[in-house]
């Protein structure tokens, strides 16, 4: 069993502190300024912040997990299974910016749905790497991606 991890990148983590700080400041003046809001207006804001960030902050990829069967895409609460004999492709992504039809566009990294339909847990732009099953697509980041793109290669291609 291998383990890679998967590290937000300095954008990623100036994004997310800016984020959350804006986020925080905003719901704060309701509470405090806005009399025709008032205490409700502030009070929904900051669940729907604290919601947010805490569902973005859940599904942030921690590590990615080689064992001898599956790769293991550990999140920070749950994890999603991936069985070698489902993986048709993986590759490497060139850095780019990542079109997201929904999700998170920093905030605990690029977490959401991309424009190709792919599922997106990268936390870093320049460490990114495809696999492709045959129901979905995962795009990816993590320390030594191209370490890890090699290994999942040489195992799927033995159970070919």
């Given amino acids: 069993m291998n383990i890679y991890r998967s590290k937000s990148s300095f954008f990623v983590k100036i994004i997310t502190l800016i984020a959350m ?4 400041f905003v719901a704060l003046t309701l509470l405090i300024t806005n009399k025709n809001y008032g205490l409700l207006g502030g009070t929904v804001l900051s669940l729907l912040t604290i ?3 805490l569902y973005f902050f859940a ?4 590590r990615v997990i080689l064992e001898k069967d ?3 895409l ?9 069985p070698f004999s489902e993986i048709k492709e993986i590759k490497k992504l060139e850095y780019s910016n990542l079109t997201m039809t929904y999700g998170s566009r920093g905030v605990f990294g690029f977490i959401g749905n991309t424009m190709d339909d792919s599922i997106s847990f ?3 732009r ?4 495809q696999i492709i099953t045959d129901n979905k697509k995962y795009v990816l980041s993590s320390e030594n991606s191209t370490e890890l793109i090699n290994e999942i290669k040489n195992v799927v291609q033995q159970g070919l």
Avoid: E, H, Y
Avoid at 74 to 82: C, E, L, N
Avoid at 126 to 129: A, P, V
């Fill in 21 to 24: 700080i804006l986020m925080s």
């Fill in 51 to 53: 919601g947010t960030i």
């Fill in 126 to 129: 320049k460490q990114m790497f």
């Fill in 74 to 82: 550990k999140k920070t609460f749950g994890q999603i299974a991936i």
């Fill in 59 to 62: 599904n942030s990829l921690n």
């Fill in 122 to 124: 990268v936390k870093d």
């Fill in 70 to 72: 599956k790769v293991i």
